[in-house]
């Protein structure tokens, strides 16, 4: 009789009562902040944000005690063995304090920082807790994006929309799911959908169709948010997913995406319109207009930069100094000052970190990009965590990398929960 595989959980992997109820309250957090909303004024990113730092705060001193407790075996072992992840948060940290002392605005950094400190003990802490846990954990990540992409289609068909918009809002910036916007949308689904596509190709039998129905409910909402930035993301992190695979499944994997992109230009489907739309302006040479006037929050971002190339105009502080910067393109860009438009951010997070923390801040966000990106690398697989961790690092490296050139994710509390979660789950899984 064939003995079914497992993914037996070491002796030292064993956790305590105490570890396992943090463990799920950060699940329950996890889903939590991708579905909560307020009446008030900000009706989505607040909420989030709040209950994102809440969570991590509570998250270390609930870590914090329980290794105070039992220091010789648990969360302070695990995370030994991840001392370049830990490195690079400590150093992400200091560096984000260091620039809130030079900051030009340091009440507004003042923000930030809490914001950083809150994102490595996110990370830091998922990664020490999660490292004993089964395969199927990832099922929590991937059930709040199956939430919104649902209701984003419902939104998209104008058959149930849980927020009401003015008459005058176009019909795609109604596509919001819980989230707020379309790019916010399209920015949590991305690595939700990336995971439910290798849990796919590890898993065999029913869990492989369940898996693969996921992505494809979590791929409908990517297409009817019609986030370019997002698809692109996605479609490069699954073609580096299939040069991983071995070649059957690779070409599996291949002919499904070519069916699902066939599919979407033979429908004609709004988000084939809108990617044939953005390369007849590219071929016209309208990039300002291909990219949706984000050119003039680029440009403002990368003239904070050279003013400011170690420390940056300080953490935080893009929104502050976006109209000065503005006004002092116009001279060679006059089209900025009919655009209208005010930026809270650039719409790219590698410019805005340059302009907020300087060349140090973002050469830690490529080092953190690039460690993650190492753990798709190693010994074969022992087990289907293993295996999992080892397809999803690089891909995730490098679709977070795209996704943050036209977007800022990393400055959103649901999108960067969703990310740190499932990068975490990498990090913790990938070496035994």
């Known amino acids: 009789m064939k003995r079914r595989r497992t993914d037996p959980v070491r002796r030292d992997e064993r956790t305590s009562v105490p570890e396992s109820v943090i463990w799920f ?15 008030g004024r900000d009706v989505y990113r607040l ?3 709040l209950v994102f730092e809440a969570t991590a ?110 008459e005058n809002i176009p019909a795609r910036l ?54 370019l930035t997002a698809l692109a993301a996605l479609g490069v992190a699954v073609f580096v997913l299939i040069l991983l695979l071995a070649r059957r499944r690779a070409l599996v994997i291949a002919a499904a995406a070519v069916a699902v992109i066939a599919l979407v230009f033979a429908l004609q489907l709004p988000v084939a319109k809108r990617i044939q739309s953005v390369v007849s302006e590219l071929a016209a040479g309208r990039t300002n207009e291909a990219l949706s006037g984000r050119v003039q929050g680029f440009a403002s971002a990368w003239a904070m930069f050279r003013e400011h190339p170690l420390t940056g105009v300080g953490p935080g502080c893009f929104t ?17 000052m009919n655009a209208g438009q ?16 300087g060349l140090p801040g973002y050469a830690l966000l490529i080092a953190a990009l690039w460690r993650l990106g190492t753990h798709s690398f190693g010994p074969a697989a022992a087990d289907r965590r293993q295996r999992f961790a080892r397809l999803l690092a690089l891909p995730a490296a490098i679709g977070i990398a795209i996704l943050t050139l036209g977007s800022f994710p990393l400055e959103l509390a649901a999108p960067t929960t969703s990310i740190l979660y499932v990068a975490a789950l990498a990090v913790a899984w990938s070496r035994e």
């Open 320 to 336: 502050y100094w976006f109209l000065a910067y503005n006004m002092g393109l116009s001279g060679d860009h006059p089209e900025f």
């Open 174 to 227: 109604r596509i919001t799911g819980y989230l707020g916007n379309p790019n916010d949308l399209g920015s949590y689904l991305l690595l939700p959908c990336l995971a439910a596509i290798i849990l796919m190709v590890v898993h065999g039998g029913a869990a492989r169709v369940m898996y693969g129905a996921a992505a494809l409910l979590i791929m409908a909402g990517f297409a009817v948010a019609e986030t």
């Open 47 to 49: 909420p989030k944000l």
């Open 57 to 166: 705060i509570l998250l270390f001193a609930g870590c914090a005690i329980v290794s105070l407790l039992a220091p010789r075996h648990g969360i302070l072992q695990r995370l030994v063995k991840h001392r370049w992840e830990v490195g690079i948060a400590l150093g992400a940290l200091t560096w984000t304090a260091i620039t809130t002392l030079t900051s030009t605005q340091r009440t507004l950094s003042l923000e930030t920082l809490l914001w950083v400190a809150c994102c490595c003990a996110f990370l830091l802490m998922t990664v020490a807790l999660s490292a004993p846990r089964p395969l199927g954990v990832v099922a929590v990540a991937l059930v709040p994006a199956m939430i919104n992409a649902v209701v984003a289609i419902l939104q998209r068909l104008e058959i149930w929309n849980p927020f009401r918009f003015p």
């Open 25 to 39: 309250a950060l699940q329950a957090a996890l889903i939590v902040i991708a579905l909560v909303s307020s009446r």
């Open 342 to 357: 005010k930026f809270g951010d650039a719409h790219n997070d590698h410019l805005q970190l340059l302009a907020t923390t």
